[in-house]
């Protein structure tokens, strides 16, 4: 790998081409594929949990076991599903968008998306 002190910065040109390109195109969808419909179920499940503490106060109170109650619960159910989307996305990061986004950037760093190069004429 070389230093990057050594690195020859990319051209706005480069990227777009990058940006245009087929590969960039599926990264884009197998993210989207998992972020839209993740985010949109998180922010149910949140929204379900403010609405239920703002409007269902004796439901939320319901005692589970000693002083532990059901809004405690939700509220820690919050947290696990953090951490939960967070597993999942690492796990679909590394089968799905991570190898096309590594391949992407091999080819940036060696210049493959760009055109001719500084010397030759443009047509």
Do not use: C
């Amino acid at each position: 790998m070389t230093p990057p002190t050594e690195r020859k910065l990319l051209t706005p040109e480069e990227y777009r081409q990058a940006q245009d390109s087929p590969e960039f195109t599926e990264l884009r969808r197998r993210f989207r594929s998992f972020a839209v419909p993740m985010t949109v179920a998180f922010l149910a499940w949140y929204l379900l949990y403010v609405l239920l503490s703002t409007y269902a106060h004796d439901f939320m109170s319901t005692q589970v076991f000693g002083n532990i109650n059901l809004g405690i619960l939700l509220g820690l159910g919050q947290f696990v599903t953090t951490f939960l989307i967070t597993q999942l996305y690492v796990r679909h990061a590394g089968k799905s968008t991570d190898p096309i986004a590594d391949e992407m950037r091999q080819r940036l760093e060696a210049h493959e998306f760009a055109g001719p190069r500084e010397g030759t004429t443009r047509g």
